[in-house]
T-cell receptor
Framework: GDSVTQMEGPVTLSEEAFLTINCTYTATGYPSLFWYVQYPGEGLQLLLK?????DKGSNKGFEATYRKETTSFHLEKGSVQVSDSAVYFC?????????????FGTGTQLKVEL | DSGVTQTPKHLITATGQRVTLRCSPR?????VYWYQQSLDQGLQFLIQ???????AKGNILERFSAQQFPDLHSELNLSSLELGDSALYFC???????????FGEGSRLTVL
């Protein structure tokens, strides 16, 4: 079945450092890929998405590129802020454009310190 | 604010009891999803409803059931509760065409 693998956390960075959170997936067909973020005490919010190979999703300085050849969707940000501290979830939806349940990775906690 | 409303936010109950969690989706969203988030299992998909009909089922225990009503709100019923059912239960709704899920803030269930 479909699965998503994320790097283990927590990831601790200093403010303005470069962030990479690795995500790889296993799925049949052409899934859509998502990054969600969960701030403390809140529900998950969509951060960015990509629906086909080589698409780049971006939002709030975060980027991720859908790499079908490596089945990856790594999250990057050039300069993190303390306010980026949260748990980040990679997810896939099995149909192009979505329309079905999401399968989530285990989440990666990011802590950004001054 | 995602537009998805969940009640109650917190619930403490005893083993063997039954609880009902309620979810109101975003206006216009026909699809509702329930997820369980626990420390050891991560975010697990439980069940999806679309316009009142069950659409997909995940790792939902037989002691749990759900339904979606004509006004599109949904309820998740958890019965014969065990300590291991303590978790954060999220509801989400979606626009089917985009696949993006909009999550509520969750209902935290503690079973003592």
């Amino acid at each position: 079945g479909d699965s998503v693998t994320q790097m283990e956390g927590p990831v601790t960075l200093s403010e303005e450092a470069f962030l990479t959170i690795n995500c790889t997936y296993t799925a049949t067909g052409y899934p859509s890929l998502f990054w969600y973020v969960q701030y403390p005490g809140e529900g998950l919010q969509l951060l960015l998405k990509a629906t086909k190979a080589d698409d780049k999703g971006s939002n709030k300085g975060f980027e991720a590129t859908y790499r079908k050849e490596t089945t990856s969707f790594h999250l990057e940000k050039g300069s993190v802020q303390v306010s980026d501290s949260a748990v980040y979830f990679c997810a896939l939806s099995p149909f192009t454009g979505g329309g079905n349940k999401l399968t989530f990775g285990t989440g990666t906690q990011l802590k950004v310190e001054l | 604010d995602s537009g998805v409303t969940q009640t109650p936010k917190h619930l403490i109950t005893a083993t063997g009891q039954r609880v009902t969690l309620r979810c109101s989706p975003r206006s216009g969203d026909l699809s509702v999803y329930w997820y369980q988030q626990s420390l050891d299992q991560g975010l697990q998909f439980l069940i999806q409803y679309y316009n009142g009909e069950e659409r997909a089922k995940g790792n939902i225990l037989e002691r749990f059931s759900a339904q979606q009503f004509p006004d599109l709100h949904s309820e998740l019923n958890l019965s014969s509760l065990e300590l291991g059912d303590s978790a954060l239960y999220f509801c989400a709704s979606s626009v089917i065409a985009t696949g993006e899920l909009f999550f509520g803030e969750g209902s935290r269930l503690t079973v003592l």
